[in-house]
């Protein structure tokens, strides 16, 4: 094992975060582990030629887009995987959503008591509540490769899921997932009602603010934070609109007023806060309407606007499993499977949280704001296949598994401490000047070289 240890010490020199990542993975995806948690959760499937485990190996190359394919994927780890492609695609094809879900719950399981041992989580956004940031997202559409999706010139669409954020832990901790990609949102409001509890604070947008939601959310002891939907039209005032003060991004206003629960005809009172904004939106929308059922001392109208702002976290993960991983599979055409590389993504998203975490508390919060995960992610690509081509699955397992949690965070700690984080600075820009664009009907393209050359006569 010397000779191992000897190639893992250069990974560690010239690729820390490469070795974090792999590291983490090793603690959260023990091959045993893994099968007995597809048994678990299987509810028709069944394991015989193909492990859940040896599908996993598969499918996480392709997400952290080491492998361009399944297929490539599989061609590298054929000795080793013993059944055919075909049986592959088979077992990805019928692979159950709530198992795909339930990755990212265990993975919550496996990474929140190594955060709390590093005492690594972020500050709670509203002190007394647990913050809840709930999104959907849309599959993109995929290549018409099925029988029954080639006659349609519109893009098959493989699915979408309801996805839970919370921000004090930078974690997905639970996924709804739907194959039907033409499903209202609303349609799974009815899966969410489980997951809340009393002292929640979900944040949403419009298209979750609907009466029945938000009654079963008060009901339930929470409380929710939402934009006004258009359709919602009908309350009654029960004070006039004050100003109470200015964000840094507009002008606020609020107001007490009362809607009527659709389903015990009483009325709720809840707090209207209208942001006036300095500069519109990109949809030329000039104000935000907020509606909550928070207190006044829990939170006052400007805090409540911050807290609206930070509903934007979950766009950036969103953003970071699309642009950093292969969150979504334009050739995998089953829904199904289209689930489990989505949930496989928000996953690693979890495992990278925990790094997150380790870098605020080694290098400080400044540190982690200012640090592109586009290069450190792009790293972790190029180093992947050679790392696992020299490093074999029995060395990762010697070296963590018979760690305790204290001594697997403290490894962590020191390796990041080694981590050069100018390497992965991001590359700020200036605030773009606005530019009037010329417009001719008949002109389709334009010489890169001609713009350049009449721009430097210029400078002249």
């Known amino acids: 094992m010397s000779a191992y240890s000897q190639i893992f010490d250069r990974f560690e020199q010239k690729s820390p975060f490469a070795v974090l990542v792999r590291s983490i993975l090793q603690r959260l995806l023990p091959p045993e582990q893994l099968d007995s948690l597809f048994e678990q959760t299987a509810e028709k499937q069944y394991q015989r030629d193909l492990l859940f485990s040896s599908l996993m190996t598969l499918m996480l190359e392709v997400v952290l887009k080491s492998s361009p394919s399944v297929h490539h994927s599989y061609q590298r780890h054929q000795d080793d995987v013993g059944v055919t492609v075909k049986a592959v695609y088979n077992k990805l094809d019928n692979l159950e959503p709530n198992i795909a879900a339930e990755l990212v719950r265990h993975s919550v399981r496996q990474l929140r008591p190594l955060q709390r041992v590093m005492r690594a989580e972020a500050p709670p956004l509203l002190p007394g509540y647990r913050v809840r940031i709930i999104d959907g997202n849309k599959f993109s559409g995929t290549e018409h490769r099925l029988k029954g999706t080639r006659e349609h010139q519109a893009s098959p669409l493989p699915g979408q899921a309801l996805a839970i954020l919370d921000p004090r832990y930078r974690m ?19 899966q969410l009602e489980p997951l809340i509890a009393k002292k929640d604070l979900w944040i949403a947008d419009r298209n979750f603010a609907t009466l029945d939601l938000m009654v079963t959310i008060a009901s339930k002891g929470a409380c929710f934070l939402m934009r ?33 629960n659709p389903k015990t005809d009483e009325s709720m009172t809840l707090r209207r806060i209208r942001l006036v904004l300095f500069e519109p939106t990109r949809d030329g929308e000039t104000e935000i309407v907020l509606l909550t059922n928070l207190s006044k001392k829990a ?41 489990f590389a989505f949930c496989l993504a ?40 050679g790392m696992t081509i020299a490093l074999p699955f029995e060395f990762w397992s010697r070296r963590f598994d018979g760690m305790t949690d204290r001594e697997f965070c403290g490894y962590l700690k020191a390796l990041t401490g080694k981590i050069n984080m100018s390497k992965f600075a991001k590359s700020r820009r200036g605030p773009k000047k606005k530019v009037t664009k010329t417009y001719d009907p008949k002109v389709n393209h334009v010489s890169t070289f001609k713009i350049l050359q009449e721009r430097k006569n210029k400078e002249k």
Request: with cysteine.
């Open 172 to 190: 997905f901790i639970d996924m709804i997932p739907c194959e039907d990609g033409h499903a209202q949102e609303r349609s799974l409001f009815p």
């Open 228 to 260: 006004q939907h258009g359709a919602l039209q009908t309350w009654t005032d029960e004070s006039e609109e004050m100003y109470v003060g200015k964000t840094e991004t507009g002008y606020v206003h609020e107001q007490r007023i009362s809607v009527i």
């Open 299 to 339: 939170a006052s109208a400007r805090v409540c606007c911050d807290l609206y702002r930070d509903r934007w976290s979950i766009e950036g993960a969103f953003l970071e499993m699309t642009q950093c991983l292969a969150c979504e599979i334009d050739t995998l055409c089953y829904p199904k499977a289209a689930i």
């Open 346 to 385: 928000a996953m690693l998203y979890n495992a990278v949280a925990l790094m997150k975490s380790t870098i605020a508390a080694v290098h400080g919060e400044e540190a982690l704001d200012n640090m592109s995960w586009y290069y450190a992610y792009t790293e972790t690509h190029s180093v992947w296949s």
